[in-house]
């Protein structure tokens, strides 16, 4: 043990990180603290516990520059610890008292086996924590045991409630779990919040409040630059049309589609419920998983109650599975679900034609608040991809929102195609239905 003792001024919000506990975890939004009160105590451990092994971590790490190491070298300078105290900076780790070591890696590149290094590491740090995957995650518990007091930190701005991260330290199990300690660390709760920083949150809030609940107070992320449907959805919310609606089962119910894989790293499938009630789009329910069989969506569907609904499929419902060579369709119709032909390819533009259908539609969207909440989140986020460079929009990035926000573009063109067919009488491949308004007691 060593005899020197750090000076710290641990503000309050941190005080329960400080008790032993296997998981410790700090989540928040800009200017907190989390990084600097984690960064200190991987000083602080290292110092008073000699041999101390520490790992710090991101999902992807593409160099040392973008890892915690720079701002734990600037802890080493406050404190005034140097190669006397035993530590001892190199380029891709830090050496620390009685032939301890500090190392910077990326989980990306860890295999079931390669994990195996660090296990006899006492201490491992995910940052940006929002960013790790349940498979790392799962990889990472087991292996950090060094010690049996080993800890395991996490530090991360929520993105959304389904990631990994937020699941383990905040999920309903999370409460009862004795081993977590997890605290909540906004700008205020940061006695040591420049001014600087101070003036740029004001000026998020003044300039950008669609984000800034995310970017400053911790929220899960609802809107990005570039966000194609988060003003639409503040205006829905603003006009009650997020609100408790129910289905009418006298009406045909819709489960319009964005098709995933069954594999580990295959895309998600989406799945919007829905259902077209007069002049009006509601919207009952969205499911999303991924690496799922078709059987497991098929479930989901019967137990939520839309075992009869319509599969409504984008042109890409005619292709073969790659494992079993039936087409997805088909799948479906086995599965005793009825499936109209799938909604033809709009061709190019397609994603813009989508992104348009659905603001045309949104003033006439009511959605069940409760069951669409994740949709709904991940709509706020779909956002174009831009070349910075040239300052030009590239279309819809593709990334965790994209598979939502196209099967919500595909009930938009479904709708246009509903609509075309039962005023005017034009064919199309969806059925006709003869819709009906209810009473406002379906709104429930």
Excluded at 7 to 30: C, D, H, M, S, T
Excluded at 71 to 93: H, Q
Excluded at 172 to 197: G, M, Q, T, Y
Excluded at 250 to 278: H, K, T
Aim: aromatic fraction near 10%; include cysteine.
């Amino acid at each position: 043990m060593s005899s020197r003792v750090l000076r710290r001024e641990i503000p309050r919000v941190f005080q329960p990180l400080l008790e032993p506990r296997r998981y410790k975890g700090a989540y928040g939004g800009r200017g907190s603290g989390k990084s600097h009160h984690f960064a200190e105590q991987v000083v602080e451990d290292s110092l008073c516990q000699r041999g101390l092994r520490t790992v710090c971590i991101r999902e992807t790490l593409k160099s040392i520059a973008t890892s915690s190491k720079m701002l734990i070298e600037d802890k080493l300078r406050e404190f005034g610890l140097g190669e006397a105290d035993g530590f001892k900076v190199f380029r891709d780790y830090i050496e620390t008292p009685g032939d301890g070591i500090i190392t910077f890696q990326g989980m990306q590149n860890h295999t079931s086996e390669s994990i195996k290094s660090l296990a006899e590491y006492h201490r491992a740090w995910m940052e940006e924590a929002q960013m790790i995957t349940a498979t790392s995650l799962q990889l990472l518990r087991p292996t950090i045991r060094g010690k049996p007091s080993s800890e395991i930190w996490a530090s991360w701005n929520p993105r959304r409630k389904v990631d990994a991260v937020d699941e383990f330290f905040r999920g309903p199990k999370a409460k009862d779990d004795k081993d977590i300690a997890c605290v909540v660390a906004n700008w205020r709760d940061n006695p040591f919040f420049p001014e600087e920083l101070e003036r740029e949150r004001q000026r998020d809030l003044d300039r950008y409040p669609e984000r800034y609940p995310h970017v400053w107070e911790g929220d899960y992320a609802r809107a990005m630059d570039g966000a194609y449907f988060a003003r639409d959805l503040q205006e829905a919310k603003a006009q009650g049309r997020i609100t408790r609606i129910g289905p009418d089962f006298m009406l045909p119910i819709r489960a319009f589609f964005d098709l995933g894989g069954a594999g580990a790293s295959a895309d998600a499938m989406a799945i919007w419920i829905a259902q077209f009630v007069g002049r009006e789009i509601r919207v009952l329910d969205y499911i999303e998983g991924q690496g799922q069989p078709l059987s497991y969506y098929a479930n989901e569907l019967r137990a939520r109650g839309w075992g009869r609904a319509l599969i409504i499929l984008p042109h890409d419902g005619v292709n073969t599975d790659a494992i079993i060579g039936k087409r997805y369709a088909d799948h479906w119709k086995d599965a005793g679900f009825t499936v109209p032909p799938p909604i033809k390819n709009q061709g190019k533009g397609a994603a813009t034609m989508r992104i348009e259908a659905v603001r045309r539609h949104f003033p006439i969207m009511w959605f069940n608040e409760v069951t669409t909440e994740a949709g709904r989140d991940a709509l706020g986020f779909y956002h174009e991809k831009k070349d910075e460079e040239r300052g030009v929009g590239l279309g819809p990035d593709h990334d965790w929102s994209s598979h939502c926000g196209d099967s919500f573009g595909l009930m938009a063109i479904a709708y246009d195609q509903f609509i075309k067919q039962r005023d005017r009488d034009v064919p199309t491949n969806i059925p006709t239905f003869n819709n009906t308004i209810p009473s406002m007691g379906m709104l429930g």
